[in-house]
């Protein structure tokens, strides 16, 4: 997946779909092909991106708000903690590259159908929740006896899968949601933070890509 890259001042790396930025152009451009996105893209906006990945960075920058690509972003690499992701897309260094993991292969799956192409979603879904089942049997998890709906996190180091389990008001578990590319350091934050709720909300929640049951959730604020 081609991805347009940013440098946060914290050294991490946080990446958006090169494929939404193309698309964003040829939709603003549309009128010129007489409303054909795709024609505006495959006429357009694509072979200028090709000659020139700058024009990639210029386009995003400027017509494009970080939030415009919130439930797509991708953590490259390292942390980014208390963090204005917003103020860094404006004004942090930017480069094009190709990544590839088990979520750009999903966030491609899910690109697929904004576009109204029917993709075997459950093939990426069970890759992704096979290998999290398996992570998950083997983790420690921590309690989280003062909040009123987190029942408790994990977290699994060497692939940097978080967890995190609701409760009831009984505490019976009823619903467990993963957080991919979640540093360490991010997650030993969260465990001496005051408020897990608060954090979650704070930094994980806006920050990370998350999967519950197979699906990317809509998440319940977190107390």
């Not at 946080?14 to 930025?21: F, T």
């Not at 979650?200 to 699906?215: A, E, F, R, S, T």
């Amino acid at each position: 997946m081609k991805l347009l890259v940013m440098t946060l001042p914290d050294g991490s790396k946080w990446g958006v779909p090169v494929d939404m930025i193309a698309r964003n152009r040829a939709n603003h451009y549309a009128s010129e092909f007489g409303g054909d996105v795709e024609r505006s893209l495959a006429e357009d906006t694509r072979p200028l991106f090709e000659a020139d990945s700058y024009c990639i960075e210029d386009w995003a920058v400027n017509n494009m708000n970080w939030s415009d690509f919130n439930g797509f972003q991708v953590l490259v690499a390292s942390a980014n903690i208390g963090l204005d992701l917003q103020s860094c897309w404006l004004s942090e260094p930017k480069e094009v590259i190709n990544f590839d993991s088990d979520v750009t292969r999903f966030v491609e799956a899910k690109l697929e159908t904004l576009k109204g192409v029917r993709l075997d979603m459950q093939y990426h879904l069970a890759a992704i929740n096979s290998k999290n089942k398996r992570l998950t049997d083997s983790m420690v998890f921590t309690d989280c006896p003062l909040s009123s709906q987190v029942h408790s996190i994990g977290h699994h180091a060497a692939t940097n899968l978080m967890v995190v389990r609701f409760h009831t008001k009984d505490k019976a578990v009823v619903a467990e949601y993963h957080y991919h590319n979640v540093p360490p350091e991010v997650f030993a934050a969260g465990l001496v933070a005051p408020s897990i709720g608060k954090f979650l909300n704070d930094v994980i929640k806006p920050g990370y890509i998350c999967v519950n049951n197979g699906l990317f959730s809509k998440e319940p604020r977190h107390g």
